[in-house]
């Protein structure tokens, strides 16, 4: 599996651009997101997805984790091929996405081209439990590669306190101090909140 790319951006458009690594040129199938991102970099690092068919190899690039995790989970719901979960991550950011399911917005998600009543319905039933150890689902953690909130999310939850309760309280104190920058602060802050 090829986790990532990092090399010059050679060509560039809003669905596929080609990375060269080193001399490779890489086409790399992505998401509107991603080329919001990516539109004023030379070069730069995607994450990404090989999607093996019998009669092809795809690659999938994501500017950062969150998309990528998304991404990963949504084409494991049966009925959602990689061209759909592109175009819902070319509609809506990972936590959009997180926050329709998790709420039982299927008119939401309904609102991306490919995606029926009945299909929006499976994403929310096969998803629910799952889109919460995605770490864009906490507002003010998109950053690659940081797992702040889920790390308290995580604390909480070894703590006896349920999931929904616990982001729930997470959410509050990030939202209130979008700043904090201490695990333990963080932790102790969602205690009180609770």
């Keep these: 599996m090829i986790a990532y790319l990092s090399g010059k951006f050679a060509y560039k458009t809003p669905t596929v651009i080609y990375v060269d690594v080193n001399g490779v040129g890489y086409e790399v199938n992505i998401s509107l997101n991603t080329y919001s991102q990516i539109q004023n970099l030379e070069e730069g690092k995607l994450f990404t997805y090989l999607q093996i068919k019998e009669d092809a190899h795809t690659l999938y690039g994501f500017f950062d984790l969150a998309e990528k995790e998304m991404f990963v989970l949504l084409i494991g719901v049966s009925g959602v091929g990689a061209a759909t979960a592109r175009m819902m991550l070319s509609g809506m950011k990972p936590e959009e996405i997180s926050q329709a399911i998790v709420m039982k917005q299927t008119s939401v998600l309904e609102s991306v081209k490919g995606i029926g009543r009945k299909t929006a319905e499976r994403l929310v039933l096969e998803l629910k439990e799952k889109v919460g150890k995605v770490s864009a689902s906490l507002p003010g953690n998109t950053t690659v590669g940081n797992t702040f909130g889920q790390d308290a999310l995580n604390a909480l939850i ?37």
């Design 158 to 194: 070894a703590l006896g306190i349920s999931r929904p309760l616990a982001e729930q309280a997470i959410k509050k104190v990030i939202m209130i101090e979008p700043s904090i920058n201490s695990l333990e602060s963080l932790i102790k802050k969602a205690l009180k909140a609770i």
